[in-house]
C-alpha cells in the first residue's frame, strides 16, 4: 500500500477549531476560598500522578502555574474517559456523562468537585475556551455508540474530538504566536491518538471495540478473526509498518508547531509528543506484536531521551525565529 497523506480531514477539522477559538465568551473568575482551589489542584496532580507517568513527567518540566494548569487540563479528560469507559448499562453513562458535562461547564463548581473546581479556575486563568472542552465530551463520549472506524479520515475526525482538542487547550495554557499554530497542535492530536490505538489493539478489541480503519485492514487482508488470535504474520507487519510510517509522518509535520509556543512552555510539550512517539519504537522492537504485551517506555528510557529533545526543541525555535 503506497502512503498517501489525506487532506481532507485535515481542513474539516481546523475549521471546527477555529470555530471554538472565534466563539469564546471570557471565562469569570471562581469564586471560592485560596485553600480550597489549592486543594483542588493537589487532587488533579495526584489524578496526573497515578494515571500518566509520562505527563506526569513532561507537564514537571513546565513553571509551576502552567504546570499545575495542565495536571487540571489531565484530570478532567481522565474523568471524562473514566465515565465512559466504566463497566455498565450505556444509558447510565450517558447519562453520567450529560451530568459531568454541566458539572466542568460550570462557572463556580461546588468544592465537592475538585476537578471541576480547578478546571474552572484554571479556564479563567488561561483564557481557554469552553468549546474545545465541549468538543472533547462529544468526541469521547462516541465511545458510547460507535466502535468502528470506516476509514482514517473518519478516525482522523474522532482522533480530534479526544486528543487534538487536549492539544488546543494545553497551548492556551502554554501561551501561543496565534492562529497558525492552530494546523500543528490538529495534527499533533491525530498522531498522539493513534499511538495510543496502535499500542492498545488487543485492550481496545477485548473492550468490543477496534479503531484501525476497516478499508485499511480489508487492503491487507486483515479481519476481525485475525484480530482476536492476536496473528502477527507478514500481513500484520506489512499493515503496522504503514500505521507507524504515517504516524511519525504525522509527527513531523506538527514539529514546526512547537516552535509556536512559549518558550517557557514548549520543551514540556515537546518531551510529551517525542516521548509518546517512542511507544512506536518499541512496538517495532517487539516485532509488531500488540497483542501479548502493551508497548511502553521505562522511566530511564524516557530520561535518556530528554536531552536529545532538549536539543531538538531548542533548534526547531532556531529555524522558526
Not at 208 to 233: K, M, N, S, T
Amino acid at each position: 500500500m503506497t502512503l498517501q497523506m489525506p487532506q481532507s480531514w485535515e481542513y474539516r477539522l481546523l475549521s471546527s477549531a477555529e470555530e471554538a477559538l472565534k466563539s469564546h465568551i471570557p471565562n469569570p473568575t471562581i469564586d471560592a476560598d485560596h485553600s480550597v482551589v489549592e486543594a483542588a489542584y493537589a487532587h488533579c496532580d495526584k489524578v496526573t500522578r497515578i494515571h500518566s507517568r509520562t505527563f506526569y513527567m513532561a507537564s514537571g518540566l513546565l513553571p509551576y502555574e502552567k504546570q499545575r494548569a495542565a495536571r487540571a487540563l489531565y484530570a478532567f479528560c481522565r474523568v471524562t474517559d473514566d465515565i465512559v469507559d466504566e463497566p455498565g448499562p450505556v444509558e447510565k453513562r450517558k447519562a453520567e456523562l450529560e451530568s459531568w458535562h454541566r458539572r466542568i461547564m460550570a462557572t463556580h463548581p461546588p468544592a465537592s468537585d475538585p476537578v471541576a473546581l480547578a478546571w474552572a479556575d484554571t479556564k479563567a486563568r488561561f483564557n481557554i475556551p469552553n468549546g474545545y472542552a465541549e468538543q472533547l465530551i462529544k468526541g469521547v463520549g462516541r465511545d458510547l455508540h460507535q466502535i468502528r472506524y470506516a476509514t482514517f479520515d473518519d478516525l482522523a475526525e474522532y482522533s480530534y474530538g479526544v486528543a487534538s482538542t487536549v492539544g488546543l487547550m494545553a497551548m492556551h495554557i502554554i501561551g501561543f504566536a496565534g492562529e497558525q499554530a492552530l494546523p500543528y497542535a490538529v495534527k499533533m492530536g491525530v498522531a498522539l491518538q493513534v499511538t495510543n490505538i496502535l499500542r492498545d489493539v488487543s485492550e481496545d478489541w477485548h473492550n468490543g471495540r477496534i479503531y484501525l480503519p476497516q478499508d485499511e485492514l480489508a487492503e491487507y487482508d486483515i479481519d476481525e478473526d485475525y484480530i482476536a488470535a492476536g496473528q502477527v504474520d507478514d500481513r500484520w507487519r506489512a499493515f503496522m509498518r504503514f500505521q507507524i510510517e504515517r504516524t511519525h509522518q504525522l509527527y513531523e509535520e506538527s514539529w514546526p508547531g512547537i516552535a509556536m509556543l512559549d518558550h517557557n512552555g514548549s520543551f514540556a510539550i515537546a518531551a510529551a509528543a517525542e516521548l509518546y512517539r517512542a511507544i512506536m519504537d518499541d512496538i517495532e522492537a517487539n516485532d509488531y506484536n500488540v497483542f501479548d504485551r502493551r508497548a511502553h517506555l521505562g522511566k530511564w528510557g524516557k530520561i535518556k531521551r530528554l536531552p536529545g529533545i532538549w536539543w531538538r526543541n531548542r533548534n526547531n525555535h532556531k529555524s522558526i525565529n
